[in-house]
């Protein structure tokens, strides 16, 4: 472990054929990043020894299975150097990750994007790029490992997350959160490799940061290991010790980044290494005398001997799940699919109907409490949590046990004050497959779990988000928890289901969608006061599912349509008795999930939202967003209001500020009137 | 230090006059929460003693001149025991915050907001409540306090920054970021009194955390002392060691939250105590026997006296500044107002005037930093950054220096990969005053600063953001670094300026109409890829202050208007060549702020969008938003025509991703034609 410039002839000489396993990892990466004329050469150059040391001899999985339930996951949070993880897909044999991909590094239409995208290819476990999110995420992966195991047994589960971290993963503030949560969840399968190259953009590392990294992890609860990241010895060593931790483990690997170039140890070599007598000088340097993307097929047979070396294992593996009984197999089998039980469908349907009939005055973060406590008992593999809100979020149900180091059967999660590590371990887990997690704060909090969030979106994955406290409505805590644009920043995400349920049946259906979702995130925004049970018919349809409904029609000549979510619902109602009462023919239409509404064809839009009789909006939050329902959907040009906010919220009582910002029955009745 | 219950009679006894002065401070607490019926009364009955201390004998300031510059800044980051602050602005006497006041505490109109809120009342330093932002924002504090020293002299500027945080600050991400930025730069006058209570809401801190914070912060560079927070002997002791501290200091203050209530300890204790039993209960413990919100006459008098005690320190330092030369101190006093200097205009028309008549073509963040280039040199408050983006977002500028604790007269900053860390300095730095910060980051990034960012907002500092590689137009990095709901996010959000000037000339107005913000932050938006200078006749006026404008009109009869901002104005004036050579008379409108063109007249709306015209709107982002232009401002009802991205990017070169997507000329013109 040094800072001087290694020797490379001296590594080369001492391991031999180790040295051109990880030369051709450095060697692709250098022809891939030249071909794009853009990419990140020096991070697979320096990491090189220490990732072909893992999958060599540590890395349990399959190259030709490479969804095997039981294999490790290795996530590369430092995901621009995205080439170390392409080549070594191409090299062990993976599907799909052939040599023309290589070469089509960050094409349209290839796989081998910038930064690893989750479904491109076999074996990107996560998309990674955004700095800490994958490290984040592998605390989930670990969390789910352990619960499985808890459930399945240890022939069935068993398996390590291994993650590749750079200094940018850990100056993100996330890291911090996901290194606390599994340094308290004690999470032992966990073992992150610190890629310590003392290298970032701007120059060296310690123009921005003196911390002690190894310090800071002993600090959270983990094992700290040093070593050489160029030796392949150490490196085999220190793997070994970190798997027996009972702690999670951080290797911090002291390498060298651009290894051998003349941009090595240089904020040049982070980048895109392209210049030709650079790359054929670090060539030589090797000791590579081949032509660019050209590995030779000697060295193609030991890489891809390793890429079968667990075949075997995963032979005795699927023996042992054959061996398991049929229900728990099935079970074990569906969970990991991501479908629902079957009788989830009729136990959200007999809380409809209980609801319709009960018509109870609650607050929907309580109807989503009284969701969950019907869902959790008959789907097992839920995982639920909250970042230190339980008793708000209404996240916690009877039965669920706390998921901690003494009780890994446990499926509820104190995620603590960290609502962006949170959002992350949720992707982490469903990533992993076999549970399907949610996790609450307040709406306004969203802001901090963004970067997650958006993550959810991009990558696909089902996660539910219990964002309660969804407006103004939370009252007196005041603007700063208050969400005002929130409902906008979530519908403008691609690939993302905002919910926003008006009472415990809408509530009960959206969950119903959210649990049932395959690629989808969904966001439940819920509030904190009470409002009235709206949906008193029962309805076996599920007509959240339609993203906009007829809640009430004009029972006179329709003239106005009152258009709203959540809360304001009642009060659209409210204010459609107002203009009934004048003879002024009103519908209301319920809207909880925009999405899902676009979604609809023209046809079913239309006959909800009629050209014709003048609209108003109602919601408290920002009008951003609103006028594609105003005008945009055959509205009447300039017959269209809004009633909501215009501005940040204050602290109050909630009544008090839905009085003070206008948004009451009368201001809703009024500004129909004022359009006819 | 003691985790046991400490003895209330015992304490009391060993320091009469300071357990009166702390219980003044838990029994308003006790009595404004229980009249709220909302609110957080155990973090100022746990930190009364720390606090009492800190303003008894430490805090520099001068409660009947909030605005001395040279005061103290004291930041309560555990902004819901807003009671605290509250509390003691009313007993020092500062203007405004009077008894009535307390007593209206979380009601509509008041000033005493759930959470501290900026500008609610003089003391009140910064917004506060979401956690972890009033830490982070110290750091910017701390910093600008030495930029501001090194520039005047420690005769004009020499002052602490203290803040109080709770495990909630501890446990967020964005407290690592600052940390280790504290750490990093040495921020010796920076003072972190931790309170140590080892309670969350949802109960005790060892449910979720395990982290040895001393260690942690050790670990970046920060003194860390120990001290039992009901002492007020050593809780001396300790603010003296720290203020004569080299680095940075954390004090681990080890309190009891709700200390004397039956809520002790305990989570219930966290919240709202508004039980008569309790609270009487409570005071008998105290020893207090005053009716509610009744403080004695002497007792007040006392704390009025530590409210004027730093009179005669502010007499002398006001003498001090009327000693330094006029011309420096109109410089201090100017900058300390946020007046930007006069020769700002010229200086930008000059530039503008040379662009029109070099015509680059560039990337605008090339425009900005050839904006930077020119501003930097006549503004001497100007404090740049960027989150180990340097080279990409073109934020340093020739002979800034590095502000380091080497060289506390540099001026450029970096921050690290910390885009939350950063934002949350900004703020700090705003708020603190006397300088104006920008940092850059990629736009897409804008996710991970959001809190701070919505802060800005909130607060209305005029802090900005340098927000570069703004859509698909960055290409290969994919996907994860290419905004698409982030214009959408930034614009929906209030008191925001989101800026996307489509060339150098925009780009030089919109950072005029920055660096001249009194109130609102900005954010610029600003390209990777070259595009042209399309305002190639000069003019005086600032047309971004207008927010959209024509830039080009129909030659022929006007039957077409396309809306773009950034670099698809370009193509829309592509697309208007096109549609001219057939004869469709085409207006091209650049719309490079929404927010401002909203704010100005209709006469002004309708005369750039008037009613008639097809209009299309081209955006390499989401649509959510643009029916606003499309329909709502009297445009032809399904007679509008988006181009831009219809979900996630791509990782390719961007001339691939602009033609794969759609967003080209000939497709804007065919959506014009479209509707014809």
């Given at each position: 472990m040094t800072d001087q410039s290694p020797d490379l002839d001296a590594l080369r000489a001492a391991h031999p054929d180790h040295w051109r396993r990880a030369a051709a990892i450095r060697t692709l990466t250098l022809d891939a990043v030249a071909a794009a004329n853009s990419g990140h050469s020096g991070m697979p150059m320096g990491m090189a020894d220490v990732a072909t040391v893992l999958w060599e001899k540590h890395l349990k999985f399959d190259a030709s299975r490479p969804e095997w339930p039981d294999r490790d996951r290795f996530?590369?949070?430092?995901?621009?150097?995205?080439?170390?993880?392409?080549?070594?897909?191409?090299?062990?044999?993976?599907?799909?990750?052939t040599l023309d991909q290589i070469r089509?590094?960050?094409?349209?239409?290839?796989?081998?994007?910038?930064?690893?995208?989750?479904?491109?290819?076999?074996?990107?476990?996560?998309?990674?790029?955004?700095?800490?999110?994958?490290i984040a995420m592998s605390v989930g992966m670990a969390i789910a490992e352990e619960v499985q195991r808890a459930r399945y047994g240890r022939k069935i589960v068993d398996h390590y997350t291994w993650v590749i971290a750079g200094d940018g993963c850990l100056m993100e503030g996330v890291s911090q959160e996901a290194?606390?949560?599994a340094g308290k969840l004690e999470l032992s399968k966990l073992i992150v490799m610190w890629d310590d190259n003392r290298i970032t953009i701007d120059g060296k590392v310690e123009l921005s940061d003196v911390t002690d990294q190894k310090q800071r992890f002993k600090a959270s609860g983990w094992d700290v290991i040093e070593v050489d990241g160029h030796d392949p010895d150490a490196i085999d060593v220190a793997l070994n010790q970190a798997k027996k931790g009972k702690k999670p483990t951080m290797i911090a690997c002291r390498t060298h980044i651009a290894l051998g170039s003349g941009a090595q140890d240089t904020a040049k070599g982070h980048g895109a290494l392209t210049d030709p007598d650079l790359i054929s000088a670090t060539k030589r340097a090797y000791g590579w005398e081949e032509a660019p993307f050209d590995i030779p097929a000697d060295l193609k047979s030991q890489w891809e001997a390793i890429g079968s070396r667990g075949a075997e294992a995963r032979a005795e593996w699927e023996t042992r799940l054959a061996e398991m009984g049929s229900g728990k197999r099935a079970d074990f089998e569906r969970a990991l699919k991501g479908e629902a039980p079957r009788r989830l469908s009729a136990t959200i349907k007999a809380l409809k109907r209980q609801i319709a009939e009960g018509q109870p005055s609650v607050a929907t973060r309580k109807s989503s409490e009284m969701v969950l406590e019907v869902v959790n008992p008959i789907m097992a593999e839920t995982i639920g949590g909250s970042a230190d809100l339980t008793g708000s979020n209404n996240t916690l149900t009877e039965g669920l046990g706390i998921f901690d180091a003494d009780n890994r059967a446990g499926r509820y999660i104190h995620y603590g004050i960290r609502e962006h590590g949170m959002a992350a371990a949720l992707n982490g887990m469903a990533l992993h497959g076999g549970v399907r997690p949610y996790g609450g704060t307040f709406f306004c909090f969203t802001d901090y779990a963004r970067p997650a969030m958006r993550l959810s979106a991009l990558m696909g994955v089902p996660v539910t988000y219990v964002m309660t406290h969804d407006s103004i409505g939370l009252g007196e805590d005041g603007p700063t928890h208050q969400p005002i644009e929130h409902l906008a920043m979530c519908r403008a995400t691609p690939n993302t289901h905002?919910?926003?349920?008006?009472?415990t049946v809408e509530t009960a259906e959206a969950w119903e969608l959210a649990l049932t979702s395959e690629r989808t995130p969904s966001i439940l925004t819920l509030t904190r006061q009470n409002v009235a049970t709206l949906r008193k018919d029962y309805t076996s349809k599920n007509l959240v599912a339609q993203g906009a409904y007829v809640l009430a029609d004009a029972t006179a000549k329709r003239m106005v349509i009152l258009m709203a979510t959540g809360s304001e619902v009642e009060i659209a109602m409210a204010a459609r008795d107002l203009l009934e009462r004048d003879g002024i023919g009103t519908r209301v239409v319920s809207m909880p999930c925009w999405e899902l509404f676009e979604e609809q064809d023209e046809k079913y839009r239309r006959k909800v939202l009629p050209a014709g009789p003048v609209r108003v909006a109602v919601e408290a939050a920002t009008r951003f967003g609103w006028d594609r329902w105003l005008y945009g959907e055959r509205g009447r040009r300039d017959k269209g209001a809004f009633v909501g906010m215009h501005g940040f919220g204050a602290s109050a009582p909630a009544e008090d500020l839905y009085k003070h910002f206008g948004i009451t029955a009368d201001a809703v009745a009024q500004a129909a009137r004022d359009m006819l």
């Open positions: 996530v590369l949070s430092a995901g621009h150097g995205s080439m170390l993880l392409y080549s070594l897909l191409y090299l062990t044999g993976y599907p799909k990750m089509d590094f960050r094409q349209l239409g290839g796989i081998t994007a910038g930064h690893p995208e989750y479904r491109h290819a076999p074996g990107i476990e996560a998309t990674t790029g955004p700095l800490g999110q994958g290194i606390a949560l905002v919910f926003r349920p008006c009472d």
